[in-house]
């Protein structure tokens, strides 16, 4: 009877032990039932539509044209973007409102060539604040309130123009009559500084008028007709773009002078009205490539919206002399019809 009740206690011992056991790990099981998802925001996708508004100066140069037109093909290019194009007509007012109304448009990005810098500079600097990326081309506004500027190298086609001449004219020297740009734009001063230090090496070259036409060939007639009437005596003239090289030459042959001096340009458009083909057809003598940068912008806003890339704060664009001996082959290369 003891040995049973021992027995008994023992086999209740190990009883309460294992149940302790059992018990002792505190850690629930792993649930087999699926956990409630959290409640976080899809991820956002990209933007599959960019609006680029496009504030020209003016559609009255050739040059401006065919900016917008290389623009409008880059673009085409990319089913991502819509390019909305205004037109300032070179008017500094229009211009600012062009861009107020594309700043409350809320454009992704603003590409801006601007009629004049002091003016424009304001409402540049408000659109950037706003966030808005722009990229300034071909004439600059004051400061650094801009994401990119492109354009040419001004100062330096203005100086090659200047040892041309200077070649040209030999130690003999001449007259120049200068017919520039529009007063306020920055290529303009540009392009007179850099000339002036092209002649420099010919002390006997001299400049002996110099007046604006807008970069605008009609206007450049009625300018080199005053000239003509003013100076018996002019031995090249500058034209600060081929618009105004060319309305010189018409003026000058429209008063039996045209033989009487020779003819500098600017821009060298692969077009049939423009610089180069003057250049292959003998009123210009010499002209300077100056790109348009239209497809530079549009590939910058591809990089900077689409590819999330940080875009260089300036780029200079290349130049090449036209004369007669090249002429012929770079019209071709660039695409000449």
């Not at 290019?77 to 409350?104: C, G, H, L, R, T």
Request: aromatic fraction near 6%; hydrophobic fraction near 40%.
């Amino acid at each position: 009877m003891k040995n049973l009740r021992r027995a008994l206690l023992i086999l209740l011992a190990l009883s309460m032990l294992l149940t302790m056991v059992a018990c002792g790990n505190n850690t629930p099981a792993a649930s087999t039932a699926p956990e409630e998802k959290k409640d976080t925001p899809p991820a956002a996708e990209p933007k599959k539509e960019f609006l680029i508004g496009m504030s020209q100066c003016n559609l009255g140069e050739p040059w401006r044209v065919a900016m917008n037109d290389q623009i409008a093909a880059a673009a085409a290019q990319y089913p991502e973007f819509k390019v909305v194009f205004s037109d300032a007509a070179q008017d500094n007012s229009k211009q600012v409102a062009d861009v107020e109304n594309f700043i409350q448009q809320k454009v992704d990005l603003l590409i801006i060539s601007p009629n004049e810098a002091k003016p424009l500079t304001a409402v540049v600097k408000k659109a950037y604040d706003a966030g808005i990326p722009v990229i300034v081309l071909d004439r600059k506004v004051e400061g650094d309130a801009y994401t990119s500027f492109i354009g040419g190298d001004n100062k330096l086609i203005g100086k090659k123009a200047g040892e041309y001449v200077a070649k040209v004219l030999g130690e003999k020297g001449g007259n120049v009559v200068e017919v520039k740009g529009l007063e306020g734009a920055t290529p303009q001063q540009e392009r007179h500084d850099g000339f002036l230090e092209g002649i420099a090496s010919n002390p006997n070259v001299k400049i002996i008028a110099s007046q604006n036409c807008d970069w605008l060939r009609d206007k450049a007639i009625t300018v080199m007709e005053a000239m003509l009437q003013a100076n018996k005596d002019i031995d090249v003239v500058y034209g600060h773009n081929d618009p105004a090289a060319e309305g010189a030459y018409i003026a000058a042959k429209n008063a039996g002078r045209e033989k009487e001096m020779i003819y500098i340009g600017i821009d060298a458009l692969p077009t049939p009205d423009g610089g180069i083909k003057s250049v292959m057809e003998g009123r210009i003598s010499a002209t300077y490539v100056y790109p348009t940068g239209g497809k530079d912008a549009i590939e910058s806003a591809y990089r900077l919206l689409v590819k999330g890339e940080t875009l260089e704060k300036n780029v200079t664009l290349g130049t090449i002399e036209v004369t007669k001996d090249n002429a012929a082959e770079i019209y071709k290369q660039f695409g000449g019809k």
